[in-house]
C-alpha cells in the first residue's frame, strides 16, 4: 500500500512540476505567441478562424472528452472527466459557441468545415484508439490552449463589431481549473495504466496542435478544394 500511494506521488510531482507540464507549457506558449494580430488580419481572416474555430469545437469537444472517459483505467480519474463533460452539458456551452459564432458574422460553411477535415479526422481516430494516458494529456494540452487563447478569439470577434461574448469570457476562466483537473487526472492515469515505451505519449497533442494550425492559419489547399 505504502508503495502504491509512493508511486502515485511520484507520478504526480513529474506530471504536476516535471517535463510533462513542461513541453505542455512550451507548445502552448510558443502557439499563443505566434498569433498574428488580429488588427492585422482582414475582416474574412478573422472570420475564417472563428468559423474554423466553431466548426470544431461545436460538434466534437464533448465526443473528444467522452471518448477520454472511456479510455482512462484509473477510477480517480474518472470523476474529474465526467464533471467537465457534465458542465458542458448543463451549461450547453456547444450553444454558447454558436451564439458566439453568429454574433461575429462567422458562422462556419461547408468550405470552413473542409478546411479543417483532415486534421480534425486525424484527432478523432486518434481519440478512438483509446489511449489512456494519450487522450487525456491531449485533452490537458487542449484546455490548457484553450484558456490562453480565449482572449485572442475575443478580441477577433470584438474587431468584427460583436459583443456577445460570453462564450470567450466563460472558458476563459472555468477553463483554468478544467487544466488543473486534467493534469490531476494524468497524473492518477499515470499511475495506474503506464503507455507502451514504444508509443509517444505527445502523439495526440501533435496531432491536436496540427488541427489548431490549420484553425488559426488555414489549409490553403482544403480550402480551394
Same mark, same amino acid.
Given at each position: ?33 505566434? +498569433?498574428?494580430?488580429?488588427?492585422? %488580419? =482582414?475582416? *474574412?481572416?478573422?472570420? /475564417?478562424? !472563428?468559423? &474554423?474555430?466553431?466548426?470544431? $469545437? ?72 483509446? +489511449?489512456?494516458?494519450?487522450?487525456? %494529456? =491531449?485533452? *490537458?494540452?487542449?484546455? /490548457?490552449? !484553450?484558456? &490562453?487563447?480565449?482572449?485572442? $478569439? ?72
Amino acid at each position: 500500500m505504502n508503495a502504491s500511494l509512493l508511486t502515485t506521488q511520484q507520478q504526480e510531482n513529474h506530471v504536476v512540476d516535471g517535463s510533462i507540464r513542461r513541453n505542455i507549457n512550451s507548445m502552448i506558449d510558443g502557439f499563443i505567441g505566434s +498569433l498574428p494580430d488580429p488588427n492585422g %488580419l =482582414t475582416s *474574412a481572416e478573422r472570420r /475564417g478562424i !472563428i468559423a &474554423r474555430y466553431t466548426a470544431v $469545437l461545436e460538434g466534437n469537444f464533448i465526443y473528444w472528452m467522452t471518448a477520454t472517459l472511456l479510455s482512462v483505467h484509473s477510477e480517480d480519474a474518472r470523476p474529474i472527466l465526467l464533471e467537465n463533460l457534465h458542465e458542458e452539458v448543463r451549461d450547453a456551452h456547444p450553444a454558447m459557441m454558436r451564439r458566439f459564432a453568429i454574433a461575429a458574422q462567422a458562422f462556419p460553411t461547408d468550405t470552413d468545415a473542409l478546411a479543417v477535415h483532415e486534421d480534425l479526422t486525424n484527432v478523432r481516430l486518434f481519440l478512438g484508439r483509446l +489511449l489512456g494516458v494519450q487522450s487525456v %494529456l =491531449t485533452m *490537458a494540452f487542449f484546455e /490548457g490552449f !484553450i484558456q &490562453r487563447f480565449m482572449r485572442y $478569439l475575443a478580441d477577433l470577434a470584438k474587431a468584427e463589431g460583436s459583443t456577445e461574448l460570453e462564450y470567450t469570457d466563460v472558458h476563459g476562466v472555468c477553463d483554468i481549473e478544467h487544466t488543473e483537473g486534467l493534469f490531476r487526472a494524468l497524473a492518477a492515469e499515470m499511475a495506474v495504466n503506464q503507455p507502451d515505451p514504444e508509443q509517444d505519449i505527445f502523439e495526440g497533442v501533435y496531432l491536436l496542435r496540427t488541427l489548431i494550425q490549420t484553425i488559426v492559419f488555414g489549409h490553403p489547399e482544403a480550402v480551394k478544394a
